[in-house]
């Protein structure tokens, strides 16, 4: 029984203390109803790179706007993204919704549906053009532009280690760790091999693929069977450390993408690629400020600042890397360097003049739009997210994942 | 040498545990009623210590996040608590026989993904083919045998070879994880995602998407306590949960029970499978489940395998997640945060039932006790 009083009197105690703590209410906000409110719905949270890098920008672009901003983390591809928009827009008052997952659209659409005065802008996605729901937007950017950027870069060290003896010319193998065998992936990683190729013509790569957008073990794991199967220099298209850690271990040149993994890799960090995504917060905010119409699929460059990369190590860099970088970002900004010219790959020794893409979707993955004009295969023109699915010479798929 | 092992002999450990059957169910219940309370305190001070909210705030950041704007009339918040409870909540029935028999099925995982499995087969390939009333049996039919033979297959295996349930189990939650992604990059194609499917979903009654599956949770509860409670079946479980060897000497087929018993938690696992997927997300993928498989064998034991005091641990455990999870957004905190709670709490809990049943014993200090 004495027991029994005890527990009773520290429960009594807890309830004065929550007394005390309550005195003092924190809740300013909520004040400013008129205010516009933004809600970001993300698929997982800081951990992810990927993720990561979406809500630096929401928080850069909320601040430099103004504007009061929600969000909610780890948000899976279900109708939980419905419930999570319904959420923001009704007990936070959102104005705004925005996804960044590609599983995300389809329940994003349905809510764009029902709440017709709020506008929605999904990251990645390919069914704004053809879904003909008014208030629901597509966005990506042409970071294909920035991977060859740092292709360049990677070509420089390639070109760097020849000339030093350490490997031959025929011996410049990159290694590419990969999420999944999408055309997301795949526009990536060959428009890097292309940005190394202008500049070390000998280059080949071979490509893993782990079948996770995040899986910290398996992206370190493809990466060290890549540095094992004669790969010395390795970049990633998957959202964990994994690759940019085995890399530093083994000491082998690495070249980033959603980020500077510099703090970590401190030796072997040589630049990285991102989509800055604050110019189209920027925009869609805007454009629901003036009462403008967003645009259903936009797409962000290098003019934009939407594509960008990050400060050059130059402990690990090749000397000059950034002034080549510079003199290719003025060559891909004037139109005189198109990423996927036909001139620069073949598809089995053939190259190309013709090729229909997977634009429109539809349950067959029919392929149905023309791609190829003036002999350059044109990325992100159609639809913003990318549709370069095309196999070519040079780089060898040492496996297939489709999730 | 043998000298210290006599010694070691007599020596009375620091303390030890005995088990004990005396406490009067009031006492048992208010020590638990208790200890929710100091666990709802504790995640308060936690919350604010991390946050930097106030105690207050804190609980009404939790709130809004599960209840929304409830007292301005909005109920749609409140409907997603339901329906979250719903799911955990019919996982854990299903498994709840299976438990109190002591077959450690950990499979709901696997065996709802394969009920999911079923449903979304049947929405996609007979959708446009089968009239509405049709197509719904026959999704339910599907998922419900999906789910049991999922089910029922570590059971004939434990009957007959008496093969370890709680690996078997286990591993078949991988097979149907993988069959999942099979399937998904078969109908997803390059994207990885399959698009809700229109047809073969649950109606939305009174305009609410998940009324039906919240209505059919409710039967299962009340279904399931008067099946454990009062039924024959009900009855040879527990007996065969208690003793296989009373079971067998008083004339019950030991082995029956256990099949028989397997096949209604895994079909019970498959109608969630198709609440998830029909009445739900009306698409599939390995994550459909969530892991809730394993959250709802500890609100299974929390429950006391009885169906009503589960519903009370799954409305905590869920409110704490979601409410968790709205503290954690709204400080821009690591989502962890929410599970690192609900873990403490449900720690918690588990560590008041140990209590319950077991007492300690101090050394007494006794000079004589060394010789």
Known sequence: MKKLLALLLVVAMLFTFAACGSAKTGSDADTDAKELTVGFIFLHDEQSTYDKNFMDAAKAACEAMNVKYVQKTQIPESKDCYDAAVELIEVNGCDIIFADSFGHESFLIDAAKKYPDVQFCHATGTQAHTAGVKNFHNAFASIYEGRYLAGVAAGMKLNEMIEAGKITADKAKMGYVGAFTFAEVISGYTSFYLGAKSVCPSVKMDVKFTGSWYDEQKEKEAAQALISGGCVLISQHADSMGAPTACETAGVPNVSYNGSTVAACPNTFIVSSRIDWTPYFKYMIECVEKGEAIATDWTGTIETGSVVLTDINTKAAAAGTAEKIAEVKAKLLDGSIKVFDTANWTEKGVKLTSYKADVDTDANFEKDTEVIEDGVFYESKHRSAPYFDIQIDGITLLDTNFG | ?371
Not at chain 2, 9 to 37: N, S
Not at chain 2, 131 to 147: K, Q, R
Not at chain 2, 150 to 158: T, V, Y
Not at chain 2, 298 to 324: C, D, K
Request: hydrophobic share 50%; proline share 2%; charged share 15%.
């Open chain 2, 1 to 371: 040498m043998t000298n210290s092992a006599t010694i070691k002999a007599h020596r009375e450990p620091l303390f030890h545990v005995v088990k004990r059957d005396d406490m009067p169910a009031w006492k048992a219940w208010l020590i638990r009623a208790v200890t929710i309370v100091i666990a709802f305190f504790l995640v308060g001070f936690l919350s604010m210590a991390v946050t930097g909210e106030s105690f207050s705030a804190t609980y009404e950041i939790m709130f809004s996040g599960v209840f929304g704007r409830l007292f301005e009339g909005r109920f749609t918040m409140l409907w997603k608590y339901l329906q979250e409870i719903a799911i955990l909540l019919a996982l854990a029935l299903a498994l709840t026989p299976a438990f109190k028999m002591k077959f450690w099925n950990c499979g709901a995982e696997g065996q709802a993904l394969m009920g999911g499995l079923a449903s979304i087969i049947c929405m996609i390939e007979l959708g446009n083919k089968l009239p509405y009333p049709v197509l719904m049996a026959v999704i339910a039919l599907t998922s419900i045998l999906a789910g049991a033979v999922w089910g029922i297959i570590p059971a004939i295996f434990k009957a007959i070879f008496n093969t370890n349930e709680t690996l078997f189990t286990l591993m078949m939650n991988y097979i149907a994880t993988q069959i999942i992604a099979y399937y998904v990059y078969l109908k997803g194609g390059g994207s990885n995602v399959i698009n809700p499917v229109s047809e073969g979903n649950f109606p939305a009654l009174g305009g609410n998407d998940y009324f039906i599956n919240i209505l059919i949770v409710t039967v299962m509860t009340v279904v399931m306590y008067i099946y454990l409670k009062y039924s024959k079946q009900g009855y040879e479980i527990s007996v065969v949960g208690e003793s296989q060897n009373t079971a067998r000497y008083i004339g019950i087929n030991v082995k029956k029970v256990i099949i028989r018993t397997m096949l209604i938690s895994g079909a019970l696992c498959g109608v969630t499978g198709m609440l998830l997927v029909a009445g739900k997300d009306h698409s599939i993928n390995i994550n459909s489940v969530g892991g809730q498989g394993f959250t709802a064998i500890l609100i299974s034991w929390l429950g006391q395998f009885n169906p009503f005091i589960m519903v009370i641990m799954t409305a905590i455990v869920i409110f704490l997640r979601i409410g968790v999870a709205k503290v954690a957004d709204t400080a821009l905190l690591n989502s962890s945060f929410s599970e690192i709670i609900v873990g403490i709490v449900i720690l918690m809990l588990v560590g008041c039932e140990f209590f319950i049943h077991y007492s300690i014993k101090f050394r007494h200090n006794k000079k004589e006790g060394k010789a």
